[in-house]
């Protein structure tokens, strides 16, 4: 199992040049947190892995600006789904961060 990574600006020559396309089993397209996340689930099945990216580095995208903020719904309207999905996804997050001993503080609105 093998994780590469190559910027899609010489993706095509590398990998038509050398064959390595050829033993490519999965390409995940983004090396963000759902990208690699993606990627590392297909890796520990023994596939052998691509990730694209056009960024020159990994993660350097969307996911380097995450606020670091658990989002409690207040902004949705209150019987939307998308509130009861915040709510909800809050609340599983804080188990996840408390079962595993990660450190987060419940601080409110602030």
Known sequence: MALKTCRLKRLSHRLLSTGAADHMEAVVIGSGVIGLAIAKTLAEARKEVLI????????????????????????Y?????????????????????ESRNIPHKRCGKL
Request: aromatic content about 6%; some cysteine.
């Open 52 to 75: 694209l990216d056009r960024a020159s580095s990994i993660g350097s995208e969307t996911s380097s600006r995450n606020s670091e903020v658990i989002h409690a719904g207040l902004y």
């Open 77 to 97: 309207p209150q019987s939307s789904l998308k509130a009861k999905l915040c709510v909800d996804s809050k609340n599983l997050l804080y188990e996840y961060c």
